[in-house]
């Protein structure tokens, strides 16, 4: 359920950050407003997929959750690819990958456990979504490797691209059928973990769908604003392309998983945590990204998957120290601490770029 | 057993194989014929070496079984090391373990989990097997990237490589001594699994002998014819040396695990599909590519242990993702599937380079 | 308990040591002498910090144990930074820790399991160590590949290592609140390992701080005059600054440990032996070298934490065969070849270099 203050909050940030837009307020102040007002929307737009998705029944609902759940990135991406910042969302990707994988995940572990000495989870889940974060780190590591080694044509790399995207969708695809069809008792967390997860707000069904269309809009129209500022932002700020993508972008984008899976780790309810941060890092890697590869051919084409030595390092990193931690179907404060620390030495390397 | 209808047809592509290499017919021909018939030999030596092995009791028999395994493999890179052909070696070398590894156990793992929900095996031996294989890639890895670094001499290379070769070499004894004596309970599958694997096709042990001979001198004739078609197989359907050798040689040499690990894993014994895909992965990497590096030393020498960083990085993704997924000792379809996508994206990166 | 021979040993080696040095006998013999007579000295100053970490109570005692269980390395290091030899400062922390997660654990593992067919130890804790030994690899891994990637300034560099520096230390501290505070109980071997461990030598309080100062002052002394001749050293011998670092100081350096940890290995308490290579390790990589960052800026600065190439591919090989061996709480002789495999694969690298 969301609080009373919401709905104002939601409609006064939007009308600022419009304003500030159309009336050409100081680029600082845009890009202040446009990240707080995209904090609402994005909350918003989060709630009306989970209510879509309870009336659409457990199978379909469970897909459109999943699918639709980085819905806020894909949006934002979608304008940036749109203005040719291809640079910026692969940054925004490794971003949010990493910021789910470290600081959400991180954060989660260290305050739930600061309350609860010791949080388990589904040891199952933890070790197939190891194998597919793997999958997803070969799938983008790959082609990055063989281009620099072996001077691939710039053809051949959007080819090349374009068919290991393809074939990361289709592996989304039979995730969904498998932890959602065929092996969903094997992955299920106790059942009222799971419930708890998608808490409906109580919405009709028409008033769902209805404000699942006005949220994506704000999102999109908040996005479009939030992108325009970013070249200033970086300039008044001296930071980095890659920093602002990277780091700035993902924790505006993330901020609504953020949040819930916080909150879930202080129930005592890690496995629904987890699930949030590795399933949002996982949809990125395997959804989000391959399908901007196909979204840029609309708009002309050119965005390839090929990422920066950094950032495979910097998703690497995160995936390995993840996989370690989780593996054992349990955390401590004191690995919600290593994750931190991780998340904060490679915001420091990104800095120093 | 082998089927009625084996013998005939192994006699028949010996035959068109021999003819279109000695009266020259067209290339793709003579690739063809060569590429059929030695699917049929390497089945014939790998049901002779189980026989023999067989009759030679159960400890030495298994260190034959094991230690000849691949010996198609091995009579196919000597020929292609007496041409000086050391980087379509390598290559088919890293073709051999990523195809054991990515398409045999995926192939198994798929085929099988669609008949079967969960496919459990002695979870001891996949932790060992996934020490071993850190050893290989530590061993291949260690070499190519102090060589990349610091510009050793070639000379200095090769010593290097004679040295790491002798070291892999023992380090595969000793397997053999604790799989097969000092540790065999604490390794060994269900008992019933254990004798399918080497179902004996039921020859005297005087016939076994016979048919292990003739079937060396059939796979060694046909390697020769196959090798080379190689030059004239790539230069008709445009194809870098590289793939050939990981891709097609691989391929054509692996055919007979790949056929024997599926039909287990339908059988649900997966436990010794892994063994297979995995243990023969294991003897390419700790065992046939040693032992080619002093084969080479009796044409002349040449032959390092440095392979490139696309077929490290091949290799690499390989063992991670095998050791991800069977390391918690069971499988599933989509297991399965995620070593074929990993292989197809191999595929796709080796061809375009 | 120290054997009585011990004590005229040290004395004697010292002086030995001491002769050489003032009277300026042959580069060789120095080295031969300071060499040896540091192992007597690093042998009392392991036994004097135990005895006093058993006067100052359980939780303090640990605390002792653990952050000076390197003293010795500490001292060396610290004489080393004051002749401005970084390089050999890295190559032998670099040492140190393939040392212990290597030749360490790997002599101890096989000769232990030379006696007993399995060792078994708290999984728990190889889990929470794998976790720690990967935030070290990252720590080290992350600044390195920045920065040669992106060319980041001599300056930027040096402030990013000691941030990377102040990180590492804060998770060090974290650590030894965690195991020693909130999750005692959870990492615990069995009772008697423990107490075994720390074999008090019976010494009285007193006599236990001034050996512990009497062991400091005379660790220094002979640091400083191995030092002096490791220049002679590798002269003489032709053996490259990065070898001697890794391997001759290290060995040397790392003695006390060896000793100890394979002799708790032959009295079946894996889990001790593990506890002494793994937390050495990971004392040197989250504690010592984050500390020599900060002592480098007493003499002058300039040391960064950037590893070179080959070191970080040797690190990170030592923790992922280590990590791998040790993950499922038991060992046997076969794990522990394959480390000292790994170690020798190593070093014949490192001296072709």
Known sequence: ??????????????????????????????????????????????????????????????????????AAELIIAIFLIKEGLFEIVKASLTGAIIGNLLLVLGASALT???????????VHLAGQNASLMLLAIIALFIPAIFVQTEHISVHDTLRMSEIVAAFLIIAYI??????????????????ETKADHGESPGWSKSLSVVLLVVATVMVAF?????????????????????FIGAFVVAIVGNAAEHSAAIMLALKNKMGAAVEIAVGSSLQIALFVAPVLVFVSLLFGGGMNLIFTTIELAAIAVAVFIAISISRDGSTTWFEGMLLLFVYAILGVAFFFV
């Open 174 to 191: 039979g995730w969904l059928i498998y932890s959602m069809v065929t092996h969903k008792d094997l992955l299920a967390d106790n059942e």
């Open 112 to 122: 739930g456990g600061l309350k609860f000495k010791e949080q388990k989870f589904n």
């Open 1 to 70: 359920m969301l609080k009373k203050s919401f709905y104002p909050l939601l409609i006064l940030t939007f009308l600022l950050s419009a304003l500030s837009h159309y009336l050409h307020w100081g680029m600082e102040l845009q890009f202040a407003f446009a990240g707080i007002a995209i904090l609402f929307a994005a909350g918003l737009l989060g709630k009306a997929t989970e209510s879509v998705a309870h009336y659409a029944g457990q199978r379909l609902g469970g897909f459109l959750n999943a699918t639709f759940g980085n």
């Open 222 to 242: 908040i996005s479009e604003w939030l992108v325009h500022t970013l070249d200033a932002f970086s300039a008044r700020f001296g930071l980095s392309e890659l």
